[in-house]
């Protein structure tokens, strides 16, 4: 497995429409860069044929050098549980998510994954709020101050810092963030807001990045799946009292606790090996 590959997940609802453009752009990207990677569509109990284009797709290519897999999810569970088990099959060290609509581009990916393979971070997001000049096409003005009023509840129930939870763009490192992916226990809108409170409770390293992005019409969020997110920001306040993440942000500190053993582990071979034999030979 090479350190460059990527493991791409898309969770998708009745996307039958624009599944196939996404793929086509993502393999594309995937095709182009060191170490490939692989793509899975999680098809969340699409009541149409996104999982059937899906396939056709990731079939039709001549030489791939990108896997590509489907997931079939049923019934409709939700965003929240169909990126948790895309991201939990992932085989490569690096993990992302990404809308189905592809609203952040996804020559926008190395913003994400690039920090994270450098070793910096554990958890990266992408936001919409950090530089909002990098917003080309905006949502209609209610969707947006929604997302702002959203945002600063959710700051005040979780004591989170970030400015941007929902924008549907993150890389995780998998070695260390799988404890964090098993221990959501939110299906739908407010999982965002559950991943990233286990991994700040972890002490994992976190970065929020600004991405360029543009609202496509014909996504599946609503009015009433926004009320929905206020009720899920109060249900992971609860399960966060009642305790019922503190074993995932425990199994996630620890395994990031061994990552960085190891890279102490290593450096110090590297500086052994970086000295001369003449003074390794005065070494007592």
């Not at 994270?116 to 917003?135: E, F, K, P």
Request: proline share 4%; hydrophobic share 40%.
């Amino acid at each position: 497995m090479s350190s460059a590959s990527l493991s791409i997940v898309i969770p998708a609802y009745n996307e039958s429409a624009r599944i196939a453009k996404t793929l086509r752009e993502v393999l594309a990207y995937l095709e182009g860069r060191p170490g490939g990677g692989e793509v899975i569509v999680v098809d969340d109990g699409s009541r149409d044929d996104t999982g059937g284009v899906a396939a056709e797709v990731f079939a039709g290519r001549a030489a791939p050098t990108v896997e590509g897999r489907v997931i079939r999810v049923e019934p409709n569970r939700g965003k929240g549980h169909a990126v948790r088990a895309g991201l939990l099959a992932a085989r490569h060290a690096v993990a992302a998510f990404f809308d189905a609509d592809l609203s952040m581009p996804v020559a926008e990916t190395p913003k994400l994954v690039g920090p994270i393979r450098s070793g910096q971070y554990d958890v990266v997001l992408g936001s919409r709020a950090l530089d909002r000049r990098l917003i080309g096409t905006h949502q209609p003005w209610a969707r947006e101050q929604s997302g702002r009023v959203f945002n600063l509840v959710m700051r005040l129930l979780t004591g989170l810092p970030f400015k941007d939870t929902q924008c549907g763009f993150k890389a995780f490192r998998m070695d260390v963030c799988r404890p964090v992916v098993e221990g959501g226990l939110i299906d739908r809108f407010g999982f965002d807001v559950e991943l990233l409170l286990i991994a700040h409770r972890a002490g994992l390293r976190m970065l929020e990045y600004p991405v360029r992005w543009d609202d496509v019409a014909g996504g599946s969020v609503s009015f009433r799946t926004g009320l929905q997110g206020f009720g899920e920001l109060n249900e992971v306040r609860r399960n966060a009292a009642r305790g019922l993440y503190d074993g995932a942000a425990a199994r996630a500190r620890e395994a990031a606790e061994r990552v960085r053993n190891r890279r102490r582990l290593t450096e110090a071979t590297e500086a052994e090996t970086d000295v001369s034999p003449e003074l390794a030979g005065q070494r007592i």
